[in-house]
């Protein structure tokens, strides 16, 4: 693949409605940690050594998010900022280990946080060519249009890079030197987001265990008994059969127009790579001239990677083209995540699960 200067992409998303079931949730066992890869795996990015005579870099921030991902407390996308989200993910982290909940990053946190053996905030990897092939795609603007696409790709291999390192193409640029070039074999510094690799899932038709592995979410996740989705927090917690939380997701949370339906509600089930069923009766905001339509499946479709179903007509959690957008923006009523948010979920819920909305 020929390389490219580094570009940064914008993003364009709708939400969503209704949703064609890929394949049903299955329970999931405690997480394991990935094992060694190929070269010839194209999710195996490989760390190279630092530059020699380099100066230590300085991440606390990056390193902190870095270590609250990896621990299931996501502070959403992985920037090196001290925003509203990386406080809410402190401060679930606090209270899932007993400490004081202040959403400080503080000396305790730290050390509860990163252990023994911090992991770094950053390092320099070389792209596989398989991660760089495509197909990459142009995206037009009206859902009707995108109807007409096989598939609602990412972009371009920075935006692709971005997913998989939990972060923004804005990131990727501040991250590295002015004109770095991406391709396969090249080298970008990226946040340490750890390898996983393409698990094998029974019945998988639509090639979720590499969307797995493209996101870097493990297939095995902790089991969830029960989730909370917290409208004035913006957040949703999940909880195991002792009521202990075990993951907390930023989420945006519906609008004015269409409010979280704030009751308690159940999992149907998980489509994993969904299509979606545009239909532009059920949307305040559609443009008279729309129709009816199928999108295909992809990360840059509406509902993103996954579509977790609820037992409130048209109502789903559900993954972003925009992460960046996550507890900032609005949504048609449905709880949006991150990708890998969404991914890591899916992996936690079962169906018949309770999952309460809270004002």
Known sequence: MKQSVLLIALFCSACNVSVTDANESQPATPEQKSGAQSAADPYAFVVQPEPAGAPARVDSILQAQVALDRAGFSPGVLDGREGMSFTKALTGFQQARGLTPNGQYDEATAKALLGDAPPPATWIVQVPEGFARGPFAVLPKGLNEQAKLPALSYRNLLEKLAERFHTTPEVLVALNPPGTKVGAGTS??????????????????????????????????????????????????????????????????????????????????????????????????????????????????????????????????????????IGRTQSHGCIRLTNWDAARLAQMVQGSMKALFQP
């Open 188 to 325: 970008i510094r990226v946040p340490a987001i750890a390898n996983q690799p393409v698990a094998t899932i029974e019945g998988d038709e639509r090639g979720w265990g590499e969307t797995l592995a493209g996101l870097a979410v493990a297939k095995d996740q902790p089991r969830a008994d029960h989730i909370v989705v917290d409208k004035s927090e913006g957040l949703l917690k999940v909880y195991d059969a002792n009521d202990e939380m075990i993951a907390q997701f930023p989420a945006t949370t519906g609008s004015q127009h269409d409010p979280l339906p704030i009751g308690n509600w159940t999992v149907k089930g998980v489509s994993r790579n969904p299509d979606f069923h545009y239909n532009p009766d059920l949307f305040w905001d559609a443009a008279a001239k729309d129709e009816k339509a199928v999108l295909k499946p992809g990360p840059n479709g509406p509902v993103g990677v996954v579509w977790i179903d609820l037992s409130k007509d048209h109502y789903g959690i559900h993954g972003t083209p925009e992460p960046q957008n």
